[in-house]
């Protein structure tokens, strides 16, 4: 095991050393290449930002204040810090001020009211009154064999239909 800390570069012993220092004694190889992938970039974030402050002041090279002013940076955009305690435990205060709505359903699953779901019936039927007969020819054959007399036969045509709707609940008609 020796050997193979000789042959690793001082980043990655610097690695190796803080998981030990850690606790952590048992981690795949890649690991280590891939905490020096993360290292190595945001090092260069760091110093890239530093760098555009520097041409910002005017400077011409970058110094201490604009690596802070980069770390700085770093750290109010890509890392966020949770509420303090206080503030939380506030919000619950005032969150549980508030009483639940009591629950007038029996045992099981709740469900929305009809309006508010897609189960309830969304159509309304037509029902045609009497089916209209395909036009016949009449001929003096058939009109001795017609069934129906004509005092029986209306005045109505036959294609008229008659519009039977049903009220839906919740919903404004039409």
């Given amino acids: 095991m020796a050997d193979k800390d000789e042959d690793l570069p001082r980043d990655a012993t610097i690695v190796k050393s803080l998981l030990k220092s850690m606790g952590v004694e048992d981690y795949e190889p890649r ?10 970039r945001y090092v260069v974030d760091v110093l890239t930002d530093a760098q ?9 090279a970058i ?14 955009f890509s890392f966020s810090q949770p509420p303090p305690r206080e503030v939380l435990l506030e919000l619950a205060r005032n969150l549980n001020k508030m009483p639940l709505p009591k629950s007038i359903a029996g045992p ?7 309006q508010d779901t897609l189960i309830g ?18 001929t003096q054959d058939e009109e001795a ?11 109505m045509p036959q294609d ?14 039409t």
Avoid at 31 to 40: G, N, Q
Avoid at 63 to 76: G, M, P
Avoid at 122 to 132: D, E, H, S, T, V
Wanted: hydrophobic fraction near 35%; proline fraction near 14%; charge should be negative.
């Fill in 31 to 40: 690991v280590i290449h891939k905490f020096l992938e993360l290292w190595y």
């Fill in 52 to 60: 555009v402050y520097s041409e910002h002041a005017n400077k011409s």
């Fill in 63 to 76: 110094d201490c204040d604009d690596v802070k002013l980069a770390i700085q940076s770093k750290v109010n």
């Fill in 108 to 114: 099981g699953v709740a469900l929305p009211p009809d």
């Fill in 121 to 138: 019936p969304n159509f309304q039927l037509a029902i045609p009154n009497k089916m209209p007969a395909p036009p016949v020819e009449e």
């Fill in 145 to 155: 064999a017609d069934p129906i007399p004509s005092e029986e036969k209306t005045d």
């Fill in 160 to 173: 008229a239909s008659q519009r039977v709707s049903f009220p839906l609940p919740g919903r404004p008609q």
